[in-house]
């Protein structure tokens, strides 16, 4: 018997841990990390694993143990070395392959500028494992402190002039590339460290998503607005069955239906109906982000348009089918368009702690919550009580919820951008509920904004299909050409050096 497990998440750069103590807070956002794991396909492109010995601790000088930072390198003959560009991807929340090998667009364009391709991984993710294993890196708080963005940002930083020294290319400009959480480390990036790379491209880069910035219940009501805007009577049905699933829990025996009905795995009966509740809110919320105008893999074999195919089936139904029935038969879709999949086990991770739980009850503190009145979702307000007293029972750490902004900003985000930045192109589909908490307006002439509104989650950096609508190809187009001008720009001032 095959079976399906899944983590108890809602939402990914992805997603929410649910907290047992207390239903109204739903939990940490997650951005990819749930999916970002290696699996067993062949490799879609072609590259060479490397490591490279990084400082677990690039803010002092205390005697810490070194790490083994993994990154992939393309082949290097297409390359024009010695000066030639560097195209560099910024690691999300996962191992490096998976984002890789989800990011074609690298791929697809290094060529025409005989660029060489690196996808870096992220401290504390895949293989790049600080004290030689994930046991004893995520042992503790004290083991995990050296999570954070800002030692991630400076791994990069670190690598790439190695690199460029020992290829002999210490004059080959950077574009950083990264989607997601990686887009927001690629923005980050280019930011603090603008004498590293040249340029940008963040793509669904969620950097002002927290702490008074957009209002919380921004994410929720763009996931609900996907799905209303394909049918209505569909949102209805999804809104309507949070109190049916509780309600049916209540009754004798009621946990018991419910785990046969939606066929879960026979050792694992229903604790309780939020367990339920959050498996059917990650798939709407992940269906949301990959709502792609083709077929896709990309976190499930889906359709395309799932929520198309979604709502089809929960509006198509027979006489006397039960609303719980219909929305089994929805979230089939994503979970299970194969058909292969015997019962669904909803367990989580049996061995506990992820990274990007720490990093959610650090610093990326992302408030989330669901309005009565536009989402789908149960009504809830985002507790910071309730949330930081978890966090100290998991890690016995407080977030610091305003960090993320006095480091990189996001306050007055305009001005920050215009004054101390250049050269970065946030991209978003209106589709993907992290648009929300992005940048959608044009800052100056070189901090661009290109949104799509039929786009999903990143999907400019996915591979180019034959099925791309032409607004994609007009998308990409326009961020191919911001690109070669950076580099003109770049080796236009290189050789009006050298000529003085």
């Known amino acids: 018997m095959r079976r399906f497990a899944t983590t108890l998440v809602l939402v990914s750069l992805c997603f929410f841990f649910v907290f047992p103590c207390c ?51 393309a082949n290097t003959g297409a390359w024009a070395r010695p000066a030639g560009p560097i195209f560099f991807y910024c690691g999300n929340e996962g191992d490096i392959e998976w984002f890789a090998d989800n990011t074609g667009f690298v791929w697809d364009i290094a060529p025409r500028f005989s660029a060489l391709v690196v ?60 989607g997601s959480y ?19 491209l963040a793509s669904s880069a969620p950097i002002l998503q927290f702490e008074d910035i957009v209002p919380p219940d921004t994410f929720y009501d763009l996931v609900s607005n996907d799905f209303k805007r394909e049918s209505l ?22 946990l018991l239906k419910l785990s046969r009905d939606f066929r879960l ?17 990650s798939a709407y919320s992940y269906l949301a982000m990959v709502d792609y105008p083709y077929p896709s893999d990309f976190m499930m074999p889906l359709p395309a348009n799932p929520i198309k195919e979604v709502c089809r089936k929960i509006d198509n139904y027979l006489d006397g089918t039960t609303v719980l029935e219909r929305i089994f038969a929805g979230v ?27 990093q959610a009850c650090t610093e990326m503190v992302m408030p989330m919550s669901s309005s009565q009145e536009n989402s789908m979702f149960p ?25 993320i902004t006095t480091e990189f900003g996001g306050h007055d985000i305009k001005t920050a951008l215009k004054k101390f930045g250049s050269n970065i192109i946030f991209s978003n589909g209106l589709l993907d509920p992290w648009s929300g908490g992005s940048v959608l307006q044009n800052v100056s002439e070189s901090i661009i904004a290109l949104v799509t509104e039929l786009g999903a989650h990143h999907i400019d950096l996915r591979a180019s299909t034959k099925e791309d609508p032409d607004w994609l190809v007009e998308q990409r187009n326009t961020e191919i050409n911001l690109i070669k001008g950076w580099l003109y720009d770049y080796y236009q001032e290189k050789a009006s050096y050298y000529i003085l």
């Open 23 to 73: 239903r109204a807070q739903r939990g940490r956002p997650r951005l990819l990390e749930r999916f970002a794991r290696p699996g067993n396909r062949a490799r879609a492109y072609q590259y060479e694993e490397r490591y490279f010995r990084q400082s677990l601790d690039h803010f002092s000088f205390a005697d810490l143990p070194p790490f083994d930072q993994r990154y992939l390198i």
């Open 119 to 178: 996808f870096a991984e992220h401290r504390y993710y895949g293989k790049s494992m600080p004290y030689g294993s994930q046991e004893k890196a995520y042992k503790n708080a004290e083991s995990l402190s050296y999570l954070t963005t800002e030692q991630a940002l400076a791994d990069f930083s670190a690598l790439l002039t190695d690199l460029k020294r020992n290829l002999s290319s210490e004059e080959s400009p950077v574009v950083l590339f990264g």
């Open 182 to 200: 990686g887009g927001m480390l690629a923005a980050w990036m280019r930011l603090k460290y603008p004498h590293i790379a040249i340029g940008a």
């Open 233 to 254: 009577s569909c949102f209805e049905a999804i809104k309507e069955s949070w109190k049916v699933l509780e309600t049916q829990g209540e009754d004798n025996d009621g």
């Open 265 to 281: 795995c026979h050792h694992r009966n229903l604790n309780n109906t939020e367990e339920l509740s959050d498996w059917l809110s």
């Open 332 to 358: 089939s879709i994503y979970y299970n368009y194969t058909g292969n999949v015997d019962c669904f086990d909803l367990e989580d991770d049996p061995h506990g702690l992820s990274g990007w739980n720490w």
């Open 379 to 403: 009504a809830y307000d985002f507790d910071y009580a309730a949330y930081q007293d978890q966090c100290l029972q998991d890690y016995g750490v407080r977030p610091r919820p305003r960090w």
